[in-house]
């Protein structure tokens, strides 16, 4: 079993938990996911190390309700127990030799961008990090990002925090600055990582892309969490998560992702009203 050390509500709809799992804890890099259960017969969710203590055995993991799963994982206190947490699973964000990189995370995906962002910047490369969130009741991880890049660009679609506008529109005023980059990092919805994509495609710049399909095994066997990359079919849970944008096939990822819509909101109603006779 591995037990919840700590919890922590980051945002209305977003928490965070440090899990002990002393044998992820050793070996995990950023960039790196694990799946998890919440009861024994429950479904298996990936979610990526959000950050980890190596002496302490702990991993931290980053989750947005969205669903029955993350709602049931919601519910859990610290001191309550996982019965399943596997990983690391996926391949590290490769950071070697970077040396000016642009790293975008938008909602949640600031929590799976922000290790990839610290690791760059402890390794002395120049950090250009971009965050974006539809409102400022939705920021998480603002400090965070501040102690670990050498510039910080916030921006929120209403304008409540940072600049008014899109992580591209903050991305294209630091190129327009002269700004340049071996690599841009982009982690959020797809949509979101597909204009990012369209934009440092037309200025050449290298640019990886953390996919997050629907996965069930975690380790290349079902086959679910194929994306086409380069016209070519990859796996996410063992090519990826990471990916040269450039390449990735987007529309059909967004199709895919929508697939299960239907059964994904009956089973969160079926979650919900389980809490809610809990209550009563
Ligand atoms: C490699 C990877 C890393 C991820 N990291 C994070 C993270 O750090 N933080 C975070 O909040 N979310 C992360 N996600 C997404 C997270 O796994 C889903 O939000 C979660 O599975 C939702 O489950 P649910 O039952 O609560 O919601 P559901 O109602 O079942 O689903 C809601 C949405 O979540 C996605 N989803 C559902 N089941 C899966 C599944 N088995 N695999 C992947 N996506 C699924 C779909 O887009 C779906 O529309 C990651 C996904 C992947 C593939
Ligand atoms: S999740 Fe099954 S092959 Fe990737």
Redesign the pocket.
């Known amino acids: 079993m591995f037990r919840i050390a700590k919890k922590e509500v980051l945002n209305p709809s977003v928490t965070r938990m440090s899990i002990e799992a002393p044998l992820v804890a050793r070996k995990v890099q950023p960039g790196q ?1 694990i799946i998890l259960r919440v009861e024994e017969d429950g ?6 190390v ?1 950050g980890y203590d190596r002496e302490a055995g702990t991993v931290d ?4 309700i ?6 049931k994982l919601n519910h859990k206190q610290q001191g309550d127990s996982l019965p399943d947490f596997v990983g690391p699973l ?1 391949k590290p964000t490769e950071t070697e030799g970077l040396r000016r990189v642009a790293v975008i995370g938008g909602g ?1 995906g600031c ?2 961008a922000f290790p990839v962002a610290k690791k760059l910047f402890e390794q002395g490369c120049e950090v250009d990090a971009v965050a974006g969130f539809r409102t400022k009741d939705l920021v998480i991880l603002e400090n965070e990002f501040r102690a670990n890049s050498t510039r910080f660009l916030p921006v929120s679609d209403d304008g409540s925090w940072g600049r008014k506008g899109l992580v591209t529109d903050a991305l294209q005023q630091l190129i327009d600055s002269g700004r340049a980059y071996d690599e841009v990092i982009a982690i959020g919805p797809l949509i979101m990582m597909k204009f990012v994509c369209r934009l440092t495609k037309a200025y050449g710049i290298r640019t990886v892309v953390s996919m ?5 095994d975690g380790t290349g066997m079902c086959g679910c969490c194929r994306v086409s990359v380069g016209g070519k079919m990859k796996f ?1 849970c063992v090519d990826g ?1 990471d990916f040269d944008g450039h390449e990735v096939d987007f529309d059909e990822a967004m199709a895919r ?1 929508a697939a ?2 239907p059964f ?1 909101a009956k ?2 109603e079926a979650a919900c009203n389980l809490f809610s006779m809990e209550v009563k």
């Not at 993991?61 to 947005?64: D, G, L, P, S, Y």
């Open positions: 996911f479904e298996r969710i990936p979610l990526t959000a993991i980053i989750f947005q969205v669903g029955a799963t993350t709602e996926g949640v929590a799976i997050n399909p629907i996965m069930i996410a998560p992702c299960y819509k994904e089973a969160r």
